[in-house]
């Protein structure tokens, strides 16, 4: 039997990466969110600071595109900007993860990546405005003037990564068996719900 993985795709701000903990610790399995970056490091000889920049960063080439869709070798991968490589070592890492144990796994297209696998279960976290900013500010320490830039800027990113990496929509709905409203239902809520139509979908 495959294992039980939950993808959580989320705006900036919106509480996703806690929900995502929260389900894990009540499904009692493992999370994955900046671990994964913290592997890409390692498998690129980089630094995670300077990972996480090329992460953001949309791949560029049509070389890219040929090379998700025939498995490059090594040697080939090595040789695209790390903006390109970034992708394909962390898809690599997430079949890995996805693979050894139940798990949840934040951001990162996992849900694209792990589309094929029949426990899956795929959720997107979004909120109202008000509320991710009071959390952007709260939590995070962005500049109360600067917080409502941060959200757009953040969002267009974590979108145009999504869409060139997987040719959709990142806030298309098909995408995902659960949208939730984390500003409306509250974090505890949120993750009860997705632990409770975990159970009754994929076990």
């Known amino acids: 039997m495959s294992n039980r993985i939950?993808?959580?795709e989320r705006e900036y701000a919106s509480g996703g990466r806690e929900v995502g903990q929260k389900v894990a610790q009540q499904l009692g399995i493992a999370f994955y969110n900046?671990?994964?970056?913290?592997?890409a490091s390692e498998r690129c000889g980089?630094?995670?600071?300077?990972?996480?920049?090329a992460e953001?960063?949309?791949?560029?080439?049509?070389?890219?595109?040929?090379m998700l869709s025939s498995n490059?070798?090594?040697?080939?991968?090595?040789?695209?900007?790390?903006?390109?490589k970034v992708y394909i070592v962390e898809t690599n890492i997430i079949k890995e993860l996805a693979e050894?144990?139940?798990?949840?796994?934040?951001?990162?297209?996992?849900?694209?990546?792990?589309r094929d696998l029949d426990r899956m279960f795929s959720t997107f976290i979004y909120a109202?405005?008000?509320?991710r900013v009071r959390r952007a500010v709260e939590s995070y320490g962005i500049e109360p003037r600067r917080a409502e830039a941060m959200l757009r800027k953040s969002d267009k990113r974590r979108e145009t990564f999504y869409s060139i990496n997987t040719g959709g929509n990142w806030y298309d709905k098909a995408n995902y068996e659960l949208c939730l409203n984390s500003g409306a239902l509250g974090i505890d809520l949120c993750a009860d719900i997705i632990v409770e139509a975990v159970k009754n979908t994929v076990g």
Do not use: H, Q
């Open 56 to 66: 953001e960063a949309a791949p560029k080439s049509f070389l890219y595109t040929l």
């Open 34 to 39: 900046r671990e994964i970056l913290e592997m």
């Open 72 to 84: 490059p070798t090594r040697s080939i991968e090595d040789n695209l900007p790390l903006s390109d």
């Open 100 to 114: 050894k144990e139940d798990c949840v796994i934040v951001g990162r297209c996992a849900s694209y990546i792990l």
């Open 6 to 8: 939950i993808t959580i």
């Open 46 to 53: 980089v630094s995670v600071d300077y990972l996480a920049s």
């Open 128 to 131: 109202d405005t008000e509320t």
